[in-house]
């Protein structure tokens, strides 16, 4: 919440970077308020309290913010390699930039949407459950390709283009040294760059590293469901599932360790 307020209550700070990383504070923060408690909770007790809506909503909220969060990395790399490797180009604007946040939330919505529709809750003797009713149908496995799709569109695929952008970057900004005879201006604008550059690097690999064994988990889950069965799968799925949530409280101290502003 303070990484948003200090951009949008500070002109300096609404850069196009800047905007993106407001919508995956957004993005992390609405997570974390409203999934991480309700989720672990359920996860202790194996208990669902909170009714048929909420479980619905639970389900839904996490892919549509896993999806904006991602995306709005991969929209600030492809925006740095266009920066950086075509200096001339015309880059976006504040409300071109509102607009590709606008178009990452409808998508992300979209392919949460089937976990919102097939969300339900069952009464089972001594406690209720939340879960996804997936629709069976002889031809295809629906819930296996959804899930592999969204672990692809949602961790594989972006972090593929994220690497190659900042590969690129990477080879433009560090792959030579920086002209004796330079003027400062042009030195520190360079410096400026790297800053930036590796900042967000640093944040997409945490992303990367935290998330991993989720996706694992539930890849796993789909192809090889009698892992449910070892004795302490509950207690492993936690631990990663910390892990995946604990994602979101890194990228304020990063900001703050490798950002001056």
């Known amino acids: ?18 905007y993106f990383l407001v919508n995956l504070a957004f993005a992390e923060a609405s997570m974390s308020a409203f999934n991480t408690v309700i989720n672990f909770a359920y996860a202790v007790h194996n208990e669902w309290y909170f009714g048929l809506v909420y479980c619905r909503f639970h389900n839904f909220f996490p892919v549509a913010a896993i999806f904006a969060s991602i995306y709005s990395m991969t929209a600030i790399s492809l925006d740095r390699y ?12 504040s409300t071109e930039t509102r607009v590709v946040v606008t178009i990452i939330w409808i998508l992300a919505l979209l392919l949460a949407f089937p976990q919102y529709y097939y969300s339900s809750i069952m009464q089972l003797p001594g406690r209720t459950v939340c879960y996804i009713d997936w629709p069976e149908y002889s031809a295809l496995n ?8 969204v672990t692809v569109l949602i961790y594989f695929l972006p972090l593929c283009i994220m690497s190659c952008a900042y590969t690129v970057v990477g080879i433009t900004l560090w792959g030579s040294e920086i002209p004796g005879d330079s003027s400062e ?13 590796k900042m967000m690097i640093i944040v997409v690999c945490t ?5 991993l ?17 070892q004795v302490y799968i509950q207690q492993v799925y936690l631990a990663i599932m910390w892990l995946a949530m604990s994602s979101t409280m890194y990228n304020p101290i990063i900001y703050y360790c490798l950002n001056s502003r």
């Open 185 to 197: 201006h042009y030195k520190e604008q360079l410096l400026a760059k790297r800053k930036v550059v």
């Open 213 to 229: 064994p989720y996706h694992i988990y539930f890849l796993l889950h789909q192809y090889f469901p009698e892992i449910l069965e």
């Open 1 to 18: 919440m303070v990484v948003i307020w200090i951009t949008l209550t500070h002109k300096r700070m609404r850069t196009v970077t800047n």
């Open 142 to 149: 629906f819930q296996k390709i959804y899930y592999v799709c």
């Open 82 to 93: 266009i920066a950086i490797t075509h200096p001339l180009q015309k880059r976006l604007s």
């Open 207 to 211: 992303f990367a590293v935290c998330w």
